[in-house]
């Protein structure tokens, strides 16, 4: 594979000429290095199969270095780090891009997704295709591929039993903070507070607010039944996340790298999307041998609501013509 000496090689190079200070100092110019910032922990699912998948297939010329817990980019400002050219990849969600292109709010509404394998089927095919162009022309991030990340569920503190939208009247549920989570959280009845993800745990633990909503293997991951009493499965979104990648670090690879790099994604996000559908298959029993209730409220009534929420407001007034009914067609 050849390996095309791009202008940020040539600057690293530069860069550590300028540092090396005595020749014995090796220039380790022969990488480039991507680096990605993720609010989540070094040990969830997503994170091991990209530092074991993605990192692998890369090696030959790009370095993999991920940056976990909010400690290089705060959460949901990676994209637009991307887009200024201060950092090469992320982890985003259909939330945080619809913050930049309301065209995206379609794939935050609760209830829209079926499940893991329609999520792939829509933005594997044509309809992914244009958003995600949508995306690369507006934005300049690359979105590499798709990935499970989930169901969410409803994870509280408390023993009331919550049935139907009107039983979280009041509950105080931390949503990620951008405009489409905090819908979310009203479209399902409760009163939705925002809050960093590195904050959860703590603010669970205190009571500062009275639950959360995550896919199960966070919620085994961050620990948070350690700090609830149920979970209830809602099943209010089929979560995913999208590998964003820089469009202009991507620009400066061959047509061979630009395929090893896009071969990488798909690898690590199949991997990753069997290994949480597996591991949300198991993680009841977990819960309940915990001592955290979990239980199946009137799921019907929170779809209807939701729903018909999301019809009537301002975001679907973005949302491209045909594409609601285009994404339920596909099988
Ligand atoms: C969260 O903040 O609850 C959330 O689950 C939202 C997701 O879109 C995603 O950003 C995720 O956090 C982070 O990757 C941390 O797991």
């Known amino acids: 594979m050849s390996i095309k000496l791009s202008r940020r090689i040539l600057l690293s190079a530069i860069a550590a000429t300028a540092f090396a200070g005595t020749a ?22 997503r994170s091991v199969g990209l530092a074991t ?15 976990y817990n909010d400690t290089l980019f705060k959460q949901g400002t990676e994209l637009v780090a991307i887009a ?4 090469d990849m992320s982890l985003t969600s259909a939330q945080e891009l619809a ?20 999520q792939r089927k829509v ?9 995600y162009q949508l995306v690369e022309d507006k934005l300049g991030v690359k979105l590499l591929s798709v990935m499970y990340f989930g169901t969410r569920q409803l994870n509280l503190r408390g023993d009331k039993v919550i049935n139907t939208p009107a039983d979280l009247d009041g509950i105080n549920l931390r949503m990620p903070g951008t405009d489409a989570w905090q819908f979310l ?29 995550n896919p199960l293997p966070t919620d085994k991951d961050k620990k948070f039944y350690e700090v609830t009493d149920q979970i209830v499965l809602t099943s209010h979104l089929v979560d995913m996340n999208f590998l964003a990648f820089s469009k202009s670090v991507w ?23 069997a290994a949480i559908v597996a591991n949300e298959a198991e993680l009841v029993a977990f819960f309940e041998g915990e001592g955290l209730k979990v239980y199946t409220p009137d799921v019907d ?31």
């Open 251 to 273: 620009d400066d690879l061959t047509a061979d790298q630009q395929a090893t790099v896009q071969k990488a994604a798909d690898d690590a996000s199949a991997s990753i999307t």
């Open 99 to 118: 913050k930049l292109i309301p065209e995206w709010s379609i794939f935050t509404a609760g209830y829209l997704m079926r499940d893991p394998e329609h």
């Open 185 to 213: 959280g009203r479209a399902l009845g409760a009163n939705p507070t925002p809050l960093a993800f590195t904050e959860v745990y703590t603010s669970l633990q205190t009571g500062a607010i009275d639950g959360q909503d």
């Open 24 to 45: 014995t100092t090796a220039i380790s110019a022969d990488k480039i290095t991507l680096r990605l910032s993720t609010p989540t922990t070094e040990t969830e699912l």
């Open 123 to 131: 933005f594997e095919g044509d309809i992914g295709a244009e958003m």
């Open 301 to 331: 009534a929170f779809r209807t609501r939701a729903q018909q929420m999301y019809l009537e407001s301002d975001f679907s007034k973005d949302w491209p013509d045909g594409l609601l009914d285009r994404i339920n067609a596909v099988k």
């Open 84 to 87: 200024r050219g201060n950092l």
């Open 53 to 67: 998948i993605f990192a692998d297939g890369v090696s030959e010329f790009a370095t993999y270095e991920p940056h």
